[in-house]
């Protein structure tokens, strides 16, 4: 089973300088913590106490996981999940 | 139809029916052309009301200094009404941004200080807060935070969209200070609770991104999630080729945003249940003018996209 995880470029340090990595688990917080297994310290950037830390975004398939369940998201053989931090909204 | 001066004329926008992009006759995806706006974009409204309730407020006499972090359409609008109230106008702007922009903004009289381009608009709005906060006697009005931003769209585009769609089912808009889907969202949701909110989100190249640390990152304070259901990340390829297929099959010339809004739009028309109705509203923010020097409408899709790489495209 692999599920796409692509990574932004200031948690690179955690996946010694993968863009991508692959993971596995049933949902989104299965698959963070396989990832940490192998990429130590990296699901401690994006979650916290109360779930996925403020300053991250996720989307599963190009849509914010915090609307389709946060860290209880199913996710499936075949997906794309994308990390990203928080920014301002481009040109406004 | 006849106003006293320009700014009367602000709002009232036209929405059209995309019929050639529409699924059928039950799904239908409908246009709000925000570009028939006093300086051709969305953001006349937040400037607006933003300047208004300052003045108000008395933060404002003939003469201050209002400071923004923008990086365009804010800044022009802001641009027109600094120069009609008779105030002066400093934009805080990323390097990167397109020709067109900086050109507007001086033509308007407004200065421009460019923030480095690693960084995006996040470090635009670290620039401006820090210069804020040296010169007490400018006025920011901080379209990330300020609710004039989001009550401009309560009060104008969420009744004006109601008004002529009142079997709206989806509302679909850019997220960027948020205000457009903060107030419009928050409108059409009361007064017509089964709607979709949906927020449709640029993703930048790395760059953009660029940031020494994950916790350094910014939601605007107009964020309100609850307001919306469901939120889209759009690459520059898709709205890129959306943008293209919006001039191609129904003859809008409209900015990259709008490629993005129409690219989740698709999604949602696709998404919709046969046999249930679904009239999605699509907010096009600008026309497309001012992303003519960034290439997006001529040469192949994949020399567009390389050109849009690194810049703020939306």
């Known amino acids: ?92 | 139809m006849r106003y006293d001066s320009l700014l009367d004329s602000l709002g009232g926008t036209p929405l059209v029916g995309l019929p050639r992009l529409s699924p059928g006759p039950d799904v239908r995806l409908w246009a709000k052309l925000e570009d028939r706006n006093p300086t051709g974009s969305v953001k006349d409204r937040p400037a607006f009301y933003m300047v208004a309730a300052a003045e108000k407020a008395g933060l404002l006499a003939p003469g201050a200094t209002i400071l923004e972090p923008t990086s365009g359409n804010t800044g022009i609008s802001l641009a027109m009404v600094a120069k009609l109230r008779g105030y002066r106008l400093i934009c805080v702007m990323p390097e990167n941004t397109s020709a067109e922009r900086r050109q507007l903004l001086e033509a308007y009289g407004a200065s421009i200080i460019s923030s480095p381009a690693a960084g995006g608009s996040n470090e635009a709005v670290r620039v401006a807060k820090d210069l804020a906060a040296r010169n007490p006697d400018w006025v920011m009005l901080y379209q990330y935070g300020n609710e004039g931003n989001a009550l401009a769209h309560y009060e104008g585009t969420g009744p004006e969209l109601l008004a002529d769609l009142p079997e709206i089912t989806h509302f679909v808009a850019g997220l960027g200070t948020t205000g457009t889907l903060m107030g419009a969202g928050r409108y059409l949701r009361e007064h017509r609770p089964q709607v979709q909110v949906i927020a449709a989100e640029p993703r930048y190249g790395e760059l953009v991104y660029g940031l020494r640390n994950i916790d350094e990152g910014f939601v605007p304070e107009l964020y309100d999630e609850s307001v919306l259901t469901g939120r889209f990340s759009v690459s520059a390829p898709d709205a890129l080729r959306r943008t293209r297929q919006l001039l191609e099959t129904e003859g809008i010339f409209a900015g990259i945003s709008s490629g993005c809004v129409l690219h989740a739009g698709l999604a949602l028309a696709e998404k919709a249940q046969a046999g249930q109705r679904a009239d999605i509203a699509l907010l096009i923010a600008d026309a497309g003018w001012k992303y003519l020097s960034t290439g997006a409408y001529g040469g192949t899709l994949e020399e567009a996209q390389a050109r849009l790489e690194g810049q703020l495209w939306a």
Not at chain 1, 27 to 55: I, K, P, Q
């Open chain 1, 1 to 92: 089973m692999a599920i796409e995880v692509r990574i932004p470029t200031v948690l690179r340090t955690y996946t010694g300088g993968a863009k991508s990595v692959e993971g596995s688990g049933g949902t989104l917080d299965e698959l963070f913590s396989d990832l940490d297994a192998r990429h130590g310290g990296l699901r401690e950037r994006l979650v916290d106490n109360a779930g996925l830390r403020r300053f991250v975004n996720v989307y599963l398939n190009d849509e914010d996981v915090r609307f389709l369940g946060g860290l209880g998201a199913p996710v499936r053989d075949g997906d794309t999940v994308t990390v990203l931090p928080a920014v301002a909204g481009g040109a406004r």
